[in-house]
């Protein structure tokens, strides 16, 4: 029987969308491609996530590697990027719906540190009744020890827990931890007709 419903963050609850800042910050199709690339597909963004590096870090690196010309966009993207995160379209209500079903909710997210700044301004972070942050731990899913973590921390039994993300590498990280699992694919309606 499921009691807790766990969720991945980003296009889950949060609509994670780097084209959103590349479009706003960047001047051109090259620096874009450029930036796409090395910010957003690069070996710092998982550093990020593991919490093995600050910003101020990564945008030095990554600055070390790219033409000095798109060096104020990289900036305006690396510490700007959050201004895509605002909630998907029915995740407020879905979270209120599942709460008065009396589901516990938990947050398991690859996220940065900036997660408590940008999340809190999207989603109440009261709602859950608890959340792993991935550069908390320097864990990152699908790592099974992420999803052991959540589990010991707050005592979850896992056949008990419904985890939803939207990557079927991470879905596949929970079911290996034990727990019940589905990817998501933008539809609401579908994960009611489960619970």
């Not at 009691?3 to 084209?19: A, R």
């Not at 959103?20 to 957003?40: G, H, M, T, Y």
């Not at 995160?85 to 995740?91: Q, S």
């Not at 972070?125 to 731990?137: K, P, Q, R």
Request: proline share 4%.
């Amino acid at each position: 029987m499921i009691k807790n419903i766990v969720f991945d963050m980003g296009n889950v609850l949060l609509d994670y969308n780097p084209e959103v800042p590349l479009n706003k910050f960047c001047k051109s199709e090259k620096a874009k491609e450029i930036i796409r690339k090395k910010l957003f597909g690069g070996a710092e963004w998982v550093q990020l996530d593991l919490g093995s590096i600050t910003i101020e870090q990564a945008f030095e690196s990554i600055a070390s590697r790219i033409p000095e010309q798109y060096h104020e966009e990289l900036k305006e993207c690396i510490y700007k990027w959050d201004i895509c995160m605002i909630p998907l379209e029915g995740a407020k209500e879905f979270l209120q719906y599942v709460k008065e079903k009396g589901y516990k909710l938990f947050i398991l997210s690859n996220a940065h540190k900036s997660f408590y700044e940008y999340f809190p301004r999207a989603i109440d972070l009261n709602i859950f009744d608890g959340a792993v942050v991935s550069a908390d731990i320097h864990i990152v899913k699908p790592d099974i020890r992420i999803y052991e973590h959540l589990l010991k921390t707050y005592k979850l039994t896992p056949e008990e827990c419904l985890f939803i993300d939207d990557r079927a590498d991470n879905v596949a990280g929970a079911k290996a931890a034990g727990m019940n699992a589905v990817q998501f694919k933008n539809n609401f309606e579908e994960l009611k007709s489960i619970l």
